[in-house]
């Protein structure tokens, strides 16, 4: 059984921060489980100073000190509702993604919760920093959460509809077992989606012989019968429970249909068939990732399944 025991949450205290924030104090409710709250003290940069044309040596703007940082995260907890009884502020030193994976490594946490939103901008946190690094290397599930979700207490998130996407990876089918569990725990709905890419959008030329359309078919019937027969087997008839196999690029009909569901999360694996890295660049996972309107869970492969 799918469970939380321990969620770290990394903050920046910015007001982007807020969202990700309630959804981990949210997750720590539903679970009783423990909530780590981290904020990393990058190392100092210095910035220009003086006027342009004059040689000045440069500013080094120094932190915070930790009993402000630690109000400001006792602040910030409080507003999200978390319960302090259950919660642990953690302030380190070092480059932010490399010290959160060690924190998540070290604590031994059950899932992070991230936003793709920080002081740098969306694009910057998402490619090539932050959370890209974490999605990449962290040793459990990652939600992230768009900038744009309304700020609330722990106790005004509800999830009434959960999507997981599969394509009977090993990272998918670990995704469904917390899409699953979620659902379960929420008394949520369960939408599970395949999509078919191949002969989805361009039918081949015409020397090409075979029934293009009756292919098709088979191809949709077979997903079909399969992703049916995971819910039977994982679900039963505890979680209501919906099979959808669309035709067409894979992030597009996740984002649709996450849409006509109205998901409140959705749920996938990072771990594709080209590997972890082609999975979150270029890729579905990424694409999900940036252009959700709602949160978004990736799981990775169990470990003894990854590639090496």
């Given at each position: 059984?799918?469970?939380f ?17 309630t ?27 003086g006027?342009?044309?004059f ?26 509702g ?14 932010p ?8 490594v ?11 939103h ?23 599930p990652v ?5 744009h ?17 599969v ?17 379960r ?9 395949h ?28 997903a ?11 679900v ?16 597009r ?43 978004v ?11 090496g």
């Open positions: 059984m799918v469970t025991s321990h969620i770290l949450c990394p903050t920046d205290l910015s007001e982007a921060a807020v969202a990700p924030l959804y981990a104090a949210a997750l720590a409710r539903w679970y009783d489980a423990r909530l780590t709250i981290l904020h990393v003290v990058p190392p100092p940069a210095p910035l220009p100073a006027i342009v044309g040689s000045v040596p440069p500013e080094i703007v120094p932190p915070p000190p930790r009993d402000v940082l630690r109000e400001a995260l006792e602040a910030a907890a409080s507003r999200a978390a319960d302090m009884q259950h919660v642990t502020l953690e302030i380190v030193d070092g480059e993604a490399a010290a959160i994976v060690d924190q998540a070290a604590g031994r946490a059950d899932v992070l919760v991230l936003g793709t920080g002081r740098s901008g969306f694009e910057r946190f998402v490619l090539g920093s932050i959370a890209e690094k974490v999605l990449r290397k962290a040793p459990c939600l992230t959460v768009p900038p979700m309304p700020a609330a207490s722990a106790g005004d998130v509800r999830l009434h509809s959960v999507l997981c996407a394509d009977f990876s090993a990272a998918s089918l670990q995704a469904f077992g917390f899409a699953v569990a979620l659902a725990q929420a008394g949520a709905s369960l939408t599970a989606v999509v078919i890419e191949w002969l989805a959008e361009d039918d081949p030329p015409t020397h090409v012989r075979f029934n293009v359309p009756e292919y098709r078919g088979y191809r949709i019937e077979e079909r019968t399969r992703l049916q027969a995971l819910i039977d087997s994982e039963g008839g505890e979680v209501p429970a919906t099979a959808l196999v669309p035709l067409g690029r894979a992030h009909e996740i984002l649709r249909t996450a849409d006509e569901t109205k998901a409140d999360l959705i749920v996938m694996g990072v771990q594709g068939r080209g590997g972890l890295g082609a999975a979150l660049f270029g890729s579905t996972t990424q694409q999900v990732v940036r252009a959700a309107t709602c949160p869970l990736a799981a990775h492969a169990p470990a003894d399944v990854r590639p």
